[in-house]
C-alpha cells in the first residue's frame, strides 16, 4: 500500500460520493484503533469497498477477485491501494498466506463474505472470514453499506459498523464451528441495516 495514495484516493471518493449522493458514518467507535482487524461487510455493488475505505477510521486491504487485477488502469490502481489478488474458483492457500500476513502485521483486512456482489441476496456467505479469524486470533469488525446499488442524488450513502466479535482462535477449528461462526457474523451484518433507516 501507498500511504500518500491511499490517502489521495480517499480523499477524492469522499468528496465526490459526498457531493453526488451525501455521506455518512455510523457506530465509528466501534471500530479499534489497533491491532489486527476483520472488517466483514455485505456487496451489492461495486462502490462498495471504496465507500467502505472512505468510513473506515483505518486503512484498509482488500482481498479481491483475480479478474479485477487484469483490467488496465484498475489493476494498477487497486494494487497500489494495497488489494492483492484471489482466485475464487479454487482453494487459493497463497492468498490465505497474504491475508494472513496482514493480520500478523496488526493491520485491517477487508472482506465481503458473500464472495461476490449479492444483489438479489441469494448468495450462501462463505466461511473465509471465520477461517481466517480462527488462525490468526484477529478481532472481526462487522459493517453494512447502503445506497450504493442505486446512487441517487442527494440521496445518501451510509456506512454501519457494530460491535467487533472474535472467534475462539484455533488451528483446526472444525468446519461446523466455522459454519456456525458465519452464520452468527452474517446476522450481525444484516441487522445493521435497521440503522441506515433502510426498510
Same mark, same amino acid.
Given at each position: 500500500?501507498?500511504?500518500?495514495?491511499?490517502?489521495?484516493?480517499?480523499?477524492?471518493?469522499?468528496?465526490?460520493?459526498?457531493?453526488?449522493?451525501?455521506?455518512?458514518?455510523?457506530?465509528?467507535?466501534?471500530?479499534?484503533?489497533?491491532?489486527?482487524?476483520?472488517?466483514?461487510?455485505?456487496?451489492?455493488?461495486?462502490?462498495?469497498?471504496?465507500?467502505?475505505?472512505?468510513? !473506515?477510521?483505518?486503512?484498509?486491504?482488500? !482481498?479481491?477477485?483475480?479478474?479485477?487485477?487484469?483490467?488496465? @488502469?484498475?489493476?494498477?490502481?487497486?494494487?497500489?491501494?494495497?488489494?492483492?489478488?484471489?482466485?475464487?474458483?479454487?482453494?487459493?492457500?497463497?492468498?490465505?498466506?497474504?491475508?494472513?500476513? @496482514?493480520?500478523?502485521?496488526?493491520?485491517?483486512?477487508?472482506?465481503?463474505?458473500?464472495g461476490?456482489?449479492n444483489?438479489?441476496?441469494?448468495?450462501?456467505?462463505?466461511?473465509?472470514v471465520?477461517?481466517?479469524?480462527?488462525?490468526? =486470533?484477529?478481532? @472481526?469488525?462487522?459493517?453494512?453499506?447502503?445506497?450504493?446499488?442505486?446512487?441517487?442524488?442527494?440521496?445518501?450513502?451510509?456506512?454501519?459498523? =457494530?460491535e467487533?466479535?472474535?472467534?475462539?482462535?484455533?488451528?483446526?477449528?472444525?468446519?461446523?464451528?466455522?459454519a456456525?461462526?458465519?452464520?452468527?457474523? !452474517?446476522?450481525?451484518?444484516?441487522?445493521?441495516?435497521?440503522?441506515?433507516?433502510?426498510?
Open positions: 500500500m501507498i500511504p500518500w495514495f491511499y490517502g489521495l484516493a480517499r480523499f477524492a471518493i469522499w468528496a465526490i460520493v459526498g457531493s453526488w449522493c451525501g455521506f455518512r458514518t455510523l457506530g465509528r467507535e466501534h471500530v479499534p484503533p489497533s491491532g489486527p482487524l476483520i472488517v466483514a461487510c455485505n456487496h451489492v455493488s461495486n462502490l462498495d469497498p471504496p465507500c467502505l475505505g472512505v468510513g !473506515m477510521t483505518r486503512p484498509v486491504t482488500y !482481498m479481491a477477485k483475480k479478474e479485477l487485477f487484469e483490467i488496465p @488502469v484498475l489493476g494498477p490502481v487497486i494494487r497500489g491501494l494495497g488489494a492483492f489478488p484471489i482466485d475464487r474458483s479454487r482453494g487459493d492457500v497463497a492468498s490465505i498466506r497474504t491475508a494472513i500476513g @496482514v493480520l500478523e502485521r496488526g493491520t485491517c483486512l477487508g472482506i465481503f463474505p458473500e461476490g456482489r444483489v438479489d441476496g441469494t448468495k450462501q456467505a462463505q466461511m473465509g471465520a477461517l481466517l479469524a480462527s488462525l490468526s =486470533g484477529a478481532t @472481526v469488525l462487522p459493517a453494512y453499506v447502503s445506497g450504493t446499488s442505486q446512487t441517487k442524488f442527494r440521496s445518501p450513502i451510509t456506512v454501519v459498523f =457494530g467487533p466479535l472474535r472467534f475462539e482462535p484455533g488451528q483446526k477449528a472444525r468446519r461446523d464451528d466455522l456456525k461462526w458465519t452464520e452468527e457474523l !452474517m446476522r450481525r451484518i444484516y441487522a445493521l441495516r435497521e440503522k441506515t433507516g433502510v426498510n
